[in-house]
Nanobody
Framework: QVQLVESGGGSVQAGGSLRLSCAAS????????MGWFRQAPGKEREGVAAIDSDGSTSYADSVKGRFTISKDNAKNTLYLQMNSLKPEDTAMYYCAADRNKNWWHLSVADFGYWGQGTQVTVSS
């Protein structure tokens, strides 16, 4: 059973930084592709960043240069470092996992396992 537990959300002013964490089982962490998605009120869920089991990464254009996805192998934890945050980054952020080979498309449909989400609020 795949279990994903996010943490690290909060409120920050524009220009600030936050780091999100997603804890997973060792098996999930080492064999699944993992990603971060977000959903703002009234909008569809969208892909933010993803990372393959070998460390390859993919980013949405809207966050390139500001967000970094990474993994800590010793802790079986996925991270999303978010810098230069903007009000439009405000959303519920979800960790996701799957074995789909199309993980780099950052498509919601390609990920079958989801965490409960953590809220990020950026004020201007």
């Amino acid at each position: 059973q795949v279990q994903l537990v996010e943490s690290g959300g909060g409120s920050v002013q524009a220009g600030g930084s936050l780091r999100l964490s997603c804890a997973a089982s060792r098996y999930t962490y080492s064999t699944y592709c993992m990603g971060w998605f977000r959903q703002a009120p009234g909008k569809e869920r969208e892909g933010v960043a993803a990372i393959d089991s070998d460390g390859s990464t993919s980013y949405a254009d809207s966050v390139k240069g500001r967000f970094t996805i990474s993994k800590d192998n010793a802790k079986n934890t996925l991270y999303l470092q978010m810098n230069s945050l903007k009000p439009e980054d405000t959303a519920m952020y979800y960790c996701a996992a799957d074995r789909n080979k199309n993980w780099w498309h950052l498509s919601v449909a390609d990920f079958g396992y989801w965490g409960q989400g953590t809220q990020v609020t950026v004020s201007s």
